[in-house]
């Protein structure tokens, strides 16, 4: 708990994670371990399991209800947190997708989601 200080919450997890974000609401969060997307409520209830089938390396909140995840097999897959249906798999990289960032354009709903990879290309 930021306003106070003291740890609110604690969650032991089977294996270390590599990846954990809020989503834009604070209502829920996702945690990554390996290939395994797990999405949890603000009670650290599981909500969600998505197997992306390949290492997860980075994630975001793109709405609310959707995480975009950058795997070993050079696609950004795009999950709806709820349900865990995959929306989409972005290609454009020839390398492992290393980390992604979600830019607001101040217009309106939409941003631009800004991808890097080992191929060196953004």
Same mark, same amino acid.
């Given at each position: ?66 995480? /975009? ?5 050079? $696609? %950004? ?5 709820? =349900? !865990?249906? #995959?929306?989409? +798999?972005?290609?454009?990289?020839? /390398? ?5 960032? $979600? %830019? ?5 709903? =939409? !941003?631009? #989601?800004?991808? +890097? ?6």
């Amino acid at each position: 708990n930021l306003m106070t200080g003291k740890l609110a919450a604690s969650k032991r997890l089977a294996k270390p994670a590599s990846h954990v974000a809020w989503s834009q609401s604070g209502n829920h969060y996702a945690v990554v371990i390996e290939n395994q997307l797990t999405v949890y409520n603000a009670k650290s209830e599981v909500l969600r399991i998505i197997d992306s089938g390949s290492k997860i390396l980075c994630m975001n909140f793109i709405k609310d209800d959707v995480v /975009a995840v950058g795997c070993d097999n050079k $696609l %950004i897959h795009f999950y709806d947190c709820f =349900s !865990g249906e #995959l929306h989409h +798999a972005l290609s454009g990289h020839d /390398a492992r997708v290393r980390n992604m960032s $979600l %830019i607001d354009t101040g217009r309106g709903k =939409s !941003g631009l #989601l800004c991808s +890097a990879s080992t191929d060196g290309r953004l």
